[in-house]
């Protein structure tokens, strides 16, 4: 039995790169579908809990800051989600990208309010290449 010379690629014949599969444009329900932007850690040079010195005291600030590669780069914070509470909650630093990026290396500072994102023994901001661990005394973390 022989296979039609047009019966497309099989098992032994992968497709092409170059060719098309399936639709060119994705389709959503109610039309075409925008590109996605694209998400990833990137790395901080600095992470601080801050905290007002008044009387009662506010919950902590955590507040990052680095060097993004893009200059319309979003940096935010991103709290990490537990079933119970950890010793350091994880709070991840990521970069969100357009469709299109402006190459330059630019300076951020970003900030989070830790109310309710506290570990028994502080907070762990989680970048691209280390993470950083901040002791919060439980005074400071008392709301």
Same mark, same amino acid.
């Given at each position: 039995?022989?296979?039609?010379?047009?019966?497309?690629? =099989? &098992?032994?014949?992968? !497709?092409?790169?170059?060719? &098309? !599969?399936?639709?060119?444009?994705?389709? =959503?329900?109610?039309?075409? %579908? +925008?590109?996605?932007?694209? /998400?990833r850690l990137i790395d901080f040079e @600095? /992470?601080?809990?801050?905290?007002?010195?008044? $009387?009662?005291? &506010?919950?902590?600030?955590?507040? %990052?800051?680095?060097?993004?590669? #893009?200059?319309?780069? +979003? !940096? *935010?914070?991103? &709290? @990490?989600? $537990?079933?119970?509470?950890? +010793? $350091? #909650?994880?709070?991840?630093?990521?970069g969100t990208m357009p469709e299109i990026?402006?190459?330059?290396? %630019?300076? $951020?500072? %970003?900030?989070?309010?830790? *109310?309710?994102?506290?570990? *028994?023994?502080?907070?762990?901001?989680? =970048?691209?290449?280390? *993470?950083?661990?901040?002791?919060?005394?439980?005074?400071?973390?008392?709301?």
């Amino acid at each position: 039995m022989s296979q039609a010379p047009d019966a497309g690629p =099989g &098992p032994e014949q992968p !497709v092409s790169p170059q060719e &098309p !599969v399936g639709r060119e444009e994705p389709v =959503g329900l109610e039309g075409p %579908v +925008e590109a996605a932007e694209v /998400a990833r850690l990137i790395d901080f040079e @600095r /992470a601080d809990a801050v905290s007002l010195m008044i $009387y009662p005291p &506010p919950p902590p600030m955590l507040v %990052v800051s680095g060097q993004k590669p #893009w200059a319309n780069m +979003e !940096v *935010t914070l991103n &709290p @990490r989600r $537990y079933v119970q509470q950890p +010793e $350091y #909650w994880g709070i991840e630093v990521i970069g969100t990208m357009p469709e299109i990026g402006q190459p330059a290396i %630019v300076p $951020y500072v %970003v900030e989070l309010d830790l *109310t309710g994102l506290l570990g *028994t023994k502080g907070v762990e901001v989680i =970048g691209a290449s280390h *993470t950083e661990r901040i002791d919060i005394p439980a005074a400071q973390a008392q709301d």
